[in-house]
C-alpha cells in the first residue's frame, strides 16, 4: 500500500515553468515505477511519464517530450515532473501514480494521488 500527495501545481503563463512534487508514504518507494498523468477538463486521463525503480529508464507522451522531465528521489519518496516551456493545452489535473509493474503503471496504475491544478494561461 501506498499513499501519494502531490503538490506544486499553480497558475503560469506560456512559455513558463512549474515543478510538481510527488510524496508516497511507506518504506518500499524504491520497489514502484512512478508515473504522472493528467486530465484536461472534458477530457479522458492521459498518460504523461514515467520512471522504473532504478531512475535510469523514462518514458515520456510525444506532446511533452524535450519540455517535460521526470525524475525521484528514493531517499526522499519523492517523484518530481519539471515543467518547462508550458503550452495553454498543458492545462490539466495532474495526478501521481504508482506501481509495482513497469507496464501496468502506463495503462491502469494500482495507486493514484489526489491531483493538483496546472492551469497555463495564453
Known amino acids: 500500500q501506498v499513499h501519494l500527495v502531490e503538490s506544486g501545481g499553480g497558475l503560469v503563463q506560456a512559455g513558463g515553468s512549474l515543478r510538481l512534487s510527488c510524496v508516497a508514504s511507506g518504506r518500499t518507494f524504491s520497489s514502484y515505477t512512478m508515473g504522472w498523468f493528467r486530465q484536461a477538463p472534458g477530457k479522458e486521463r492521459e498518460f504523461v511519464t514515467t520512471?522504473?525503480?532504478?531512475?535510469?529508464?523514462?518514458t515520456y507522451a510525444d506532446s511533452v517530450k524535450g519540455r517535460f522531465t521526470i525524475s525521484r528521489g528514493n531517499a526522499e519518496n519523492t517523484v518530481y515532473l519539471q515543467m518547462n516551456s508550458l503550452k495553454p493545452e498543458d492545462t490539466a489535473v495532474y495526478y501521481c501514480a504508482a506501481d509495482t509493474d513497469y507496464l501496468q503503471v502506463k495503462v491502469a496504475p494500482h495507486y493514484w494521488g489526489q491531483g493538483t491544478q496546472v492551469t497555463v494561461s495564453s
Open positions: 520512471i522504473r525503480r532504478n531512475a535510469g529508464i523514462t
